[in-house]
């Protein structure tokens, strides 16, 4: 009996990945979401393991190229030469019943800095980074859950 037990527990837990991670795949499930303004990314970089289960479609399809790991993406629009894009974290702020409040940040260069060892650009702590971040509201209708608009928005530019 404790070993039956024991592997219903070990089923369990080895299925269920994150508490909110059936409310973040409706961001999966609607992809004519624009999660970018003009000028768009070319590459995208994920902070978790979550933001890239959630958003791995984005880079599938071919609309845009997954950063490789621990890459400096340089904000989209900016005259540099690097990777353009964003590294995305996708955040779970609230539940309130059937609706829910989930914030996307999108982190890229805006300000590049001269490198030491002579390369061309290189990132650190004197270069200027900016924080995008988005709220959307989500909607769980007949069991399932759908991002419904997007609610408020902002730029933060760390010094």
Known sequence: MRARWLVIST????????????????????????????????????????????????TRNGRYEAAPDESSLVCPGVPANGMHGYMLRLAVDSVMGDSAIATLFQTCIRELRKCPNGAETCFGTNSGTSLITTSYLLVRKGGQWTVEKPLSGGMAIPM
């Open 11 to 58: 089923v369990i837990v080895g299925c269920y990945h994150y508490p909110d991670e059936s409310l973040l795949l409706a961001f999966a499930r609607q992809p004519e979401i624009s999660f970018f303004e003009n000028p768009q990314p070319k590459y995208l970089g994920f902070d978790d393991e979550r933001t890239a289960f959630i958003f791995e479609k984005l």
